[in-house]
């Protein structure tokens, strides 16, 4: 691979944007840490009254906070804890402080809402300016931001990190993939940004359309939103002729920013001066020794408008505390592997199958068995819904029958945020464990 | 004068037909007109048999998706422009046909084709005052 033989001739250092902050001893993170940690609690606990009841269920007082490993007293804050606060009541400061919302899919009907405040913005960019730096984009590169912009954040957050480093942004958005390749090749894009399964989409387009891709000016992709492997990373290697690097985060604690590659490709540097990372178990909640894989669980130090205490993320991975040859000191962690919930990606977007359970109760008088069918055809996700038949939703004319398909397809899309194709099937041929329906089948994953 | 007909659910793969036409036969339900509406997932199968209840029943012990509707069985005239007459009828009232299909056998000299409307009793009203001739709900199935 040619970012191997790249990087012995490059001096690390020209590829970290905040050397203070991301060459930190490891003593001084942990300082920091612990002082920023004890800020967030005061601000909490003077404005947020989940965590106000939180704390006084357990009996905690900020100032009982003595050492970072006393944040294991702490509780939890789980995606039900966004729910029932929607929209605003984790908001730590008033709206007038805020100047964004963003939000994601909840984990039924209504989704998650996120704030920021100015301060918040200029963290998140000069987090997403950090793993682009480490990535090796410079002011130089022309970056195509495929990511459709909107609610979530992945194309914000990318845009945002592009001008502080000060290199052209091409806010294309998702979507139209012919279009994409002619202004990759007219506008001579050099920084890919979109989702892995997107970026083998654009892979198989170039090939069908017999353009080499060392004709255009990519050099480096930088992929999120969603799990991808060790060989995903080979293939889009190998078929765009470009480094693919892979960054790490969510909406609840901040977007794209929290974790990303360095050219080392050892796992994601974690932005530790603003988050504390735990590993647990999803079973006990107990904190595991280092090194382990488990659940990630983040605090956020930072944050004023959003800020989250040991949220549980549902991702599992593992960090890593050893050097790296980078130089940076923050630790890393793994591709996540996995899910602790049954949340499923698609196309980027997170879905629930709870959220598919209540759009179907929604259709009068459908209380069906379903099943959730996800693929990926030619590198793009498809979601098929199977819903088995009953004699509510059973018509002896089509025009009816097909209705109730385009109807549901509708309210899937509006809810989910993502195409659902639904697939009526007989009764009883949704297999069944002991009476109870398997509700995803992942095709992805075989 | 209205007939009853029974709908099947049937998912588009092989040998789903079949058993539908086995479970009536096992029955000794005899099918007396059918009509198959498909897309390339599912099909809805539309029967006129001469035991409808048992039909439903054995259907329904057999995990099918079953319905009940209210058609009509109309003598057309066994000629050109027979089945043009009635539909003209039909149109110059405002009524909608959903679906139509035609019974194999005749009735004396007449072809009978099976109606679908969303109003059956005012299609009804209609044909009569036109003199259609509408066969008996009973009779239909001895055809």
């Given at each position: 691979m040619h970012s191997e033989s790249n990087l012995?001739?490059?001096?690390?250092?020209?590829?970290?944007?905040?050397s203070n902050a991301e060459c930190m001893p490891r003593e001084q993170i942990e300082r920091l840490q612990l002082e920023r940690l004890l800020q967030t609690l005061q601000l909490v606990s003077g404005n947020v009254p989940c965590y106000q009841n939180k704390f006084k269920d357990c009996g905690f007082q900020p100032g009982d906070l003595k050492s970072l490993d006393d944040i294991q007293?702490?509780?939890?804050?789980?995606?039900?804890?966004l729910r029932l606060n929607y929209p605003y009541g984790m908001f730590a400061v008033p709206m007038s402080d805020v100047v964004r919302i963003h939000s994601s899919s909840g984990t039924t009907g209504k989704p998650t809402v996120v704030g920021y405040t100015k301060q918040d913005i200029s963290t998140w960019t000069e987090l997403v300016a950090r793993f682009m730096t480490a990535a090796g984009v410079t002011r130089e590169d022309i970056v195509h931001i495929a990511f459709g912009y909107g609610l979530f954040t992945g194309a914000?957050?990318?845009?945002?990190?592009s001008e502080a480093i000060g290199a052209s942004v091409i806010p294309i958005s998702g979507g139209n993939t012919d279009k994409q390749i002619m202004i990759m090749q007219d506008y001579r894009s050099s920084a890919l940004v979109c989702t892995p399964s997107y970026g083998l989409t654009i892979a198989d387009r170039l090939e069908k359309k017999g353009i080499d891709p060392a004709s255009l000016a990519l050099r480096v992709g930088l992929f999120g939103a969603e799990p991808w492997s060790e060989q995903?990373?080979?293939e889009l290697e190998g078929r765009l002729g470009i480094i693919a690097t892979d960054n790490y985060g969510l909406s609840e604690i901040m977007g794209p920013g929290v974790a990303g590659d360095c050219l080392f490709k050892c796992g994601m540097h974690l932005a530790e001066d603003h988050f504390v990372f735990e590993i647990i178990d999803p079973d006990t909640g107990k904190v595991l020794p280092k090194g382990s894989r488990g659940e990630l669980v983040i605090t956020s130090l930072t944050k004023q408008a959003f800020p989250m205490i040991r949220y549980r993320t549902r991702d599992i991975t593992r960090i890593h505390y050893d050097a790296c040859e980078c130089g940076r000191t923050l630790a890393r962690m793994d591709k996540t592997s996995g899910r602790t919930d049954d949340m499923l990606i698609i196309k980027g977007v997170n879905v629930f199958p709870t959220q598919i359970e209540e759009v179907l109760l929604q259709i009068e008088g459908c209380q069906p068995h379903y099943q959730l069918i996800v693929d990926r055809v030619n590198n793009m996700d498809q979601l098929e819904v199977q819903v088995e038949v009953n004699?509510?939703?059973?018509?002896?004319?089509?025009?009816?029958q097909r209705q109730f398909v385009t109807e549901a397809e509708k309210r899937l899309a509006t809810v989910l945020g993502v195409s659902a194709k639904v697939k009526l099937v007989e009764p009883s041929s949704i297999?069944?464990?002991e009476g109870k329906a398997c509700r995803v089948i992942d095709k992805r994953k075989q | 004068m209205k007939v009853e007909q029974i709908s099947v659910f049937i998912e588009n793969k092989s040998g789903r037909l079949a058993e539908v036409s086995g479970v009536l036969g096992e029955a000794n339900v005899n099918i007396r007109a059918l009509s198959l509406a498909d897309t390339s997932d599912f099909g809805i199968l539309r029967l006129i048999v001469d035991n409808s209840e048992k039909a439903l029943s054995v259907l329904r012990d057999r995990h099918f998706t079953v319905n009940k509707t209210e058609v009509i069985g109309v003598e057309v005239p066994d000629s050109p422009g027979g089945l043009s007459s009635i539909l003209r009828?039909?149109?110059?009232?405002?009524?909608?046909?959903?679906?139509?299909?035609?019974?194999?056998?005749?009735?004396?000299?007449?072809?009978v084709i099976i109606f679908r409307f969303d109003n059956v009793d005012q299609a009804i009203a209609v044909l009569l005052k036109n003199g259609v001739n509408i066969i008996d709900g009973e009779k239909i199935t001895s055809i």
């Amino acid at each position: 691979m040619h970012s191997e033989s790249n990087l012995s001739t490059m001096s690390a250092h020209q590829f970290i944007w905040n050397s203070n902050a991301e060459c930190m001893p490891r003593e001084q993170i942990e300082r920091l840490q612990l002082e920023r940690l004890l800020q967030t609690l005061q601000l909490v606990s003077g404005n947020v009254p989940c965590y106000q009841n939180k704390f006084k269920d357990c009996g905690f007082q900020p100032g009982d906070l003595k050492s970072l490993d006393d944040i294991q007293d702490l509780p939890f804050t789980t995606k039900e804890d966004l729910r029932l606060n929607y929209p605003y009541g984790m908001f730590a400061v008033p709206m007038s402080d805020v100047v964004r919302i963003h939000s994601s899919s909840g984990t039924t009907g209504k989704p998650t809402v996120v704030g920021y405040t100015k301060q918040d913005i200029s963290t998140w960019t000069e987090l997403v300016a950090r793993f682009m730096t480490a990535a090796g984009v410079t002011r130089e590169d022309i970056v195509h931001i495929a990511f459709g912009y909107g609610l979530f954040t992945g194309a914000f957050g990318l845009h945002y990190g592009s001008e502080a480093i000060g290199a052209s942004v091409i806010p294309i958005s998702g979507g139209n993939t012919d279009k994409q390749i002619m202004i990759m090749q007219d506008y001579r894009s050099s920084a890919l940004v979109c989702t892995p399964s997107y970026g083998l989409t654009i892979a198989d387009r170039l090939e069908k359309k017999g353009i080499d891709p060392a004709s255009l000016a990519l050099r480096v992709g930088l992929f999120g939103a969603e799990p991808w492997s060790e060989q995903m990373r080979y293939e889009l290697e190998g078929r765009l002729g470009i480094i693919a690097t892979d960054n790490y985060g969510l909406s609840e604690i901040m977007g794209p920013g929290v974790a990303g590659d360095c050219l080392f490709k050892c796992g994601m540097h974690l932005a530790e001066d603003h988050f504390v990372f735990e590993i647990i178990d999803p079973d006990t909640g107990k904190v595991l020794p280092k090194g382990s894989r488990g659940e990630l669980v983040i605090t956020s130090l930072t944050k004023q408008a959003f800020p989250m205490i040991r949220y549980r993320t549902r991702d599992i991975t593992r960090i890593h505390y050893d050097a790296c040859e980078c130089g940076r000191t923050l630790a890393r962690m793994d591709k996540t592997s996995g899910r602790t919930d049954d949340m499923l990606i698609i196309k980027g977007v997170n879905v629930f199958p709870t959220q598919i359970e209540e759009v179907l109760l929604q259709i009068e008088g459908c209380q069906p068995h379903y099943q959730l069918i996800v693929d990926r055809v030619n590198n793009m996700d498809q979601l098929e819904v199977q819903v088995e038949v009953n004699e509510h939703i059973f018509f002896d004319e089509m025009k009816r029958q097909r209705q109730f398909v385009t109807e549901a397809e509708k309210r899937l899309a509006t809810v989910l945020g993502v195409s659902a194709k639904v697939k009526l099937v007989e009764p009883s041929s949704i297999v069944r464990h002991e009476g109870k329906a398997c509700r995803v089948i992942d095709k992805r994953k075989q | 004068m209205k007939v009853e007909q029974i709908s099947v659910f049937i998912e588009n793969k092989s040998g789903r037909l079949a058993e539908v036409s086995g479970v009536l036969g096992e029955a000794n339900v005899n099918i007396r007109a059918l009509s198959l509406a498909d897309t390339s997932d599912f099909g809805i199968l539309r029967l006129i048999v001469d035991n409808s209840e048992k039909a439903l029943s054995v259907l329904r012990d057999r995990h099918f998706t079953v319905n009940k509707t209210e058609v009509i069985g109309v003598e057309v005239p066994d000629s050109p422009g027979g089945l043009s007459s009635i539909l003209r009828i039909l149109d110059n009232n405002q009524i909608n046909v959903e679906y139509m299909y035609a019974f194999v056998e005749r009735s004396g000299s007449n072809a009978v084709i099976i109606f679908r409307f969303d109003n059956v009793d005012q299609a009804i009203a209609v044909l009569l005052k036109n003199g259609v001739n509408i066969i008996d709900g009973e009779k239909i199935t001895s055809i």
